[in-house]
């Protein structure tokens, strides 16, 4: 995925999302850095694999420049999945064949200061197992990764941060595996 296509698949998302985050604020978007949060999901969906994978799992989140200075503001959210091998912090590192010698959060950031996309919470979840790859599916050997990522780690995401809770308010982009 080239970072051309990543913008484009933010940019369409943020279009289908745009029309809440509008309506909860129209006040002028600052120009700073968001901010990582480095979070764990406890996952029942993942207990007894076989594989032995832990069931706490790492999720990375991004929150939007303006997230603390609104606190009554609430956010759609893309929910980005790893590519194969790929974990919650693959994201947040430089990958050159997509952001150069940045990581991605900086790309995101330059992306909303652009005004590009509007401000958005962006999920990292983990995707990776002993296998390297869990392609969120459900299996009786490697667990339900698939329940995992669109029951547990949504429904915490909502209960932890300010998202606008309804699905026409989230999105799903990723790369490779996450893709």
């Known amino acids: ?87 919650a912090s693959t994201w947040t590192r430089a990958w050159p064949a997509l952001f150069g010698p940045r990581p991605g959060v900086a790309f995101i950031d330059s992306v909303m200061a652009a005004g590009e996309v509007p401000p958005m919470i962006v999920v990292m979840p983990n995707g990776r197992n002993r296998y390297h790859g869990s392609f969120f599916f459900n299996s009786p ?3 339900n990764w698939e329940d995992f990522l669109t029951i547990e780690i949504v429904r915490h995401i909502d209960q932890t941060y300010r998202t606008l809770p309804a699905a026409e308010s989230r999105g799903v982009a990723g790369h490779s595996m996450g893709g």
């Open 1 to 87: 995925m080239s970072r051309r296509t990543l913008a484009s698949v933010l940019l369409l998302w943020a279009a289908v999302a745009a029309a809440p985050a509008t309506a909860q604020d129209g006040a002028a978007e600052a120009r700073l850095a968001g901010r990582l949060v480095v979070d764990t999901v406890a996952s029942a969906a993942l207990e007894g694999n076989i594989l032995g994978d832990p069931v706490r799992q790492q999720v990375v989140v991004y929150l939007p420049p303006d997230y603390d200075r609104a606190p009554t503001r609430r956010y759609p959210s893309v929910y980005l999945l790893p590519p194969f091998d790929g974990s």
């Open 141 to 143: 050997i490697s667990g």
